[in-house]
């Protein structure tokens, strides 16, 4: 199996193979379980997969908090145009919580949301932070349309296709009148993002699927939303651009030969950033 792209520097071939081989075999029973199912799966999938790849790059630490660190330091400055001293808000997959008590001081009220409780337990917590664990699909302990915003990052690609619709109707069900939904995902134009991206033009492993913005936006119309405001964003700078300037990119760039030009594509497109509005 000869690798599409260049390796990492830090891995070998044969590391790279088995992490793939391995993700994809999990994946694989993911992409293929029942609702019921999936429950237990995602529940588990990470820590089957960290015991089977041991040198997987999320279990060094230092990589990892570098990582977590620059996705947070992206996401700031986008949320900052949205954010009042007043509001309740809330994130999806929020991981370590650390990023969320961030931006609790700066809000009256902040939830965590995710499948697990990854927090860090020598860490603290303002008073105004709570942390919900959910089993990926019912959420009662908020009341709806409670919240003024809700934010994700690089978590959709990670849910069953067929569970993207529900996880939407949840957060519209949350949000206030006029809240928002702010979330960055990787587009598939420019994947897959996941360790597939060595061996496959498609993501096989825990992306289990890339989006487009004219898929997401039908999805969020379906689910209630009324508003959507794409953002161009790149290295922490993020500007609003049309809708029908990402539409126009993905009807052109989906018909050429994405593995030659896909260097080319990120910078049309960098990456899936949206603004959805109840």
């Known amino acids: 199996m000869k690798p599409l792209k260049g390796l990492p520097r830090d891995r070998t071939l044969e590391q790279v193979q088995h992490h793939y081989r391995t993700e994809k075999a999990i994946a694989d029973r993911l992409r293929q379980s ?3 199912e999936r429950t237990h799966i995602m529940a588990t999938m990470y820590a089957e997969l960290f015991q089977q790849v041991q040198d997987h790059p999320r279990l060094r630490k230092r990589q990892r908090v570098q990582t977590v660190a620059t996705f947070n330091k992206g996401m700031r400055p986008l949320l900052q145009r949205f954010l009042r001293p007043t509001d309740r808000v809330a994130e999806f997959g929020p991981g370590d919580c650390r990023f969320t008590c961030e931006i609790a001081r700066e809000v009256a009220f902040a939830y965590g949301i995710d499948i697990s409780d990854q927090r860090n337990p020598v860490d603290t917590y303002p008073p105004n932070f709570q942390l919900i664990v959910y089993d990926g699909y019912r959420l009662d302990d908020i009341a709806e349309g409670s919240l003024d915003l809700v934010y994700s990052d690089q978590i959709i690609e990670h849910f069953h296709p067929d569970d993207v619709a529900g996880h939407f109707r949840l957060v519209w069900r949350l949000l206030k009148p006029g809240g928002r939904y702010v979330f ?17 033009l498609e993501p096989e492993g825990f992306h289990l699927k890339e989006w487009s913005y004219v898929e997401l936006r039908a999805l969020l119309a379906q689910q209630g939303f ?53």
């Open 226 to 278: 009324r508003g959507f405001l794409p953002f161009w964003n790149a290295r922490g700078a993020h500007w609003p651009m049309p809708y029908r300037y990402f539409a126009l990119c993905e009807a052109i760039i989906g018909r050429l030969p994405r593995r030659r030009l896909r260097p080319l594509i990120r910078y049309w497109i960098p990456s899936l950033t949206m603004v959805a509005v109840k």
């Open 184 to 200: 960055r995902t990787p587009h598939a134009l420019t994947g897959p993002h996941d360790v597939s991206q060595y061996f496959a």
């Open 34 to 36: 029942s609702r019921e």
